[in-house]
């Protein structure tokens, strides 16, 4: 069977390949990251902190985000909505006043919200203490605790991906850490304890372990909206 001339003149007609428009940008953004643009993105998350724009839950939460990046989009995510390094510091949130917390046969619960630059101190006398330092901001990324339960409870609650050091001693008590260990060699936030116990408890948990449940469905909820999100469907 013969087949068809070609005419001159006329294109050819076989379908040819064509790129998205937004090819080069999702390609830039493909592109894997390397060790220093991960640490660069570290260093960047702590001046935001330094300034006040973070934190201490979200300072480690997107440090560890960070450190988990595969590619230059994925830091670009981390840090979208950070000025960039040089751009005027914006004034620290104000300072952490109350730096003693105590519950002497009674309950303390206190949400640290201010600037923390000096030592905590959390005292439980058949009492029960709790502090959380997720909301706080904390210019040097450290934070350092002193807890003393004597027939009490001391629980400091702490965000998802720090660094716990915890040194002290321990009467007829429990000193312990529940939380998630960071990555081997990460520079990611820290908080040091002196636990002094007698006959009590002095806990320190993350947020994982501190709402199990309330994580939980955060997370179910997360997996059905990114289900949605990849189906195209509101």
Not at 34 to 45: G, N, Q, Y
Not at 114 to 130: F, H, N, P, S
Request: hydrophobic share 40%.
């Amino acid at each position: 069977m013969s087949q068809p001339t070609p005419q001159p003149g006329r294109r050819s007609q076989e379908p040819r390949s064509q790129l998205p428009a937004d090819a080069p940008h999702r390609a830039a953004g493909a592109v894997r990251a390397s060790d220093a643009e991960r640490e660069a993105a570290v260093e960047r998350l702590r001046v935001a902190s330094v300034e006040g724009r973070l934190t201490f839950e979200e300072l480690a939460e997107r440090t560890e985000a960070a450190y988990l990046a595969v590619t230059r989009g994925d830091l670009d995510a981390v840090t979208a909505d950070l000025p960039g390094m040089g751009a005027p510091g914006a004034a620290p949130a104000p300072a952490q006043v109350r730096r003693r917390f105590a519950a002497v046969m009674g309950d303390c619960t206190e949400r640290i919200i201010g600037r923390v630059e000096q030592e905590l101190e959390a005292l439980a006398v058949m009492g029960d203490v709790v502090l959380d330092l997720r909301g706080a901001q904390v210019p040097s990324g450290e934070v350092n605790v002193v807890a003393t339960a004597v027939m009490g409870d001391v629980k400091v609650i702490v965000p998802d991906g720090v660094v716990v050091e915890m040194n002290g001693y321990c009467v007829l008590g429990e000193r312990k850490v529940m939380v998630r260990e960071a990555g081997s060699g990460a520079r990611v936030p820290v908080v040091r304890i002196r636990a002094n116990v007698i006959m009590g408890d002095v806990k320190i948990v993350d947020d994982e372990h501190h709402s199990p449940v309330r994580r939980a469905i955060a997370g179910w909820w997360e997996q059905r909206r990114t289900g949605r999100d990849r189906h195209g469907r509101d």
